[in-house]
């Protein structure tokens, strides 16, 4: 049974460009969220999707946005980087209502 | 808003020993799950127990309990028999369960960094 999993595992961008992350959720789950952990810190909630609509959303601009297709899957985009964008993304899945969330090993997001 | 504090930021065990480490939160709600969740530096976010709100009762696995204070709104997760491997930074996180899931975000302390001393 494949967990969570997400790529790239790294990369590096430049300031202004974009870029589009990727993540499978856990066999039988319907729900999948994004966070953001710059280093040192706890991951911060950006948003979480369910039967491909953004269901709730954290403290975070528009460049950031999602999408989730039929298969569960799930894509973030961030436009326009800034150097402050550098961080762990992390992707979450879980049943909607389910009591416990499963992370992927995230990825590692430079901007220089 | 729920918030989270883990107001020890660093804690060091003796191997084989027990250690305790703390989390309190703050919420209006009735109905919620409480987690550990462990961080190694390869940085993979592991669960590590589950606690129910209505659930009396606390949770245990294997060399991990809890101690969940309700009232007090106390979470501490206890580490029985410390191992080189429990080294890693330690999140406690809320998440809602009321209302249809729409609130199913996880909140998360500042973490612990525990080291465990050979």
């Known amino acids: 049974d494949a967990g969570v999993t997400q790529s790239p595992t790294h990369l590096i961008k430049t300031r202004g460009q974009q870029v589009t992350l990727r993540c499978s959720p856990k066999s039988g789950h319907d729900t999948v969220s994004w966070y953001q952990q710059a280093l040192g810190q706890e991951p911060q909630f950006i948003f979480q999707y369910y039967e491909e609509e953004e269901r709730q959303r954290g403290n975070f601009p528009d460049r950031f946005s999602g999408h989730q297709f039929p298969n569960y899957s799930s894509e973030l985009n961030v436009n326009a980087l800034l150097l402050g964008d550098s961080a762990l993304y992390l992707c979450?899945?879980?049943?909607?209502?389910?009591?416990?969330?499963?992370f992927g090993e995230g990825s590692w997001l430079t901007v220089v | 808003a729920q918030t989270v504090t883990q107001s020890q930021p660093e804690m060091s065990v003796q191997e084989a020993e027990t250690v305790t480490l703390s989390c309190t939160y703050d919420t209006s709600e009735s109905d919620y799950y409480l987690f550990w969740y462990k961080q190694p530096p390869s940085r993979q976010m592991i669960l590590v127990i589950r606690q129910e709100a209505y659930k009396q009762q606390n949770a245990t696995e294997n060399r991990f309990s809890v101690n969940f204070q309700k009232a007090a709104k106390s979470f501490s997760l206890k580490i029985s028999d410390s191992q080189l491997g429990d080294a890693a930074m330690y999140f406690c996180a809320y998440r809602s369960h009321e209302g249809t899931g729409a609130n199913s975000k996880l909140t998360f302390g500042k973490g612990i960094t525990l080291s465990v001393r050979p």
């Open positions: 979450a899945s879980s049943l909607l209502a389910g009591n416990t969330i499963y």
